[in-house]
């Protein structure tokens, strides 16, 4: 299996939209995904087996120093293969050539081990307000 990857690839808003809605199982919810990224992204990585979109990450940021890992998913029927791990690894080395010094990443506890030991974060204390 060999999986292309892109950092600001372009991609169909419908295609991220599908994936997101197997990746997180829920349904579609119709986001014009590639005018939000646009719009308050550093950038994205975008996962293709032959033509298929089977992965994507958003890198947003401050516009300075940071980064952050957002929406990182896997089509279902690929997981298990490295495909996230090539996600992050593309977006971290996208960050670092824009000129981040840190990447930030907010994740479950059961997605602990998939961010600290495959793709290197180190665990941080943080803060969040339910809106």
Excluded at 30 to 47: K, N, P, T, Y
Excluded at 58 to 81: E, K, M, Q, S
Excluded at 85 to 102: I, K, N, S
Excluded at 103 to 110: Q, R
Aim: hydrophobic share 45%.
């Amino acid at each position: 299996m060999t999986i292309a990857y892109g950092w600001r690839a372009g991609f169909g808003s419908d295609a991220l939209d599908a994936l997101h809605a197997a990746g997180f199982d829920r349904p579609p919810e119709g986001i014009d995904w590639l005018a939000r990224v646009e719009r308050h992204s550093l950038g994205w990585v975008c996962a293709r087996l032959r033509e298929r979109l089977v992965g994507f990450v958003n890198v947003a940021w401050d516009g300075g120093a940071h980064a952050f890992i957002l929406d990182t998913v896997v089509a279902p029927d690929v997981r298990g293969r490295g495909v996230g791990t090539g996600l992050v690894r593309v977006a971290t080395d996208g960050a670092r050539a824009a000129g981040c010094r840190w990447l930030h990443v907010d994740y479950e506890a059961g997605l602990a081990g998939f961010y600290q030991k495959a793709c290197g974060f180190t665990p941080t204390a943080a803060g969040l307000v339910a809106l």
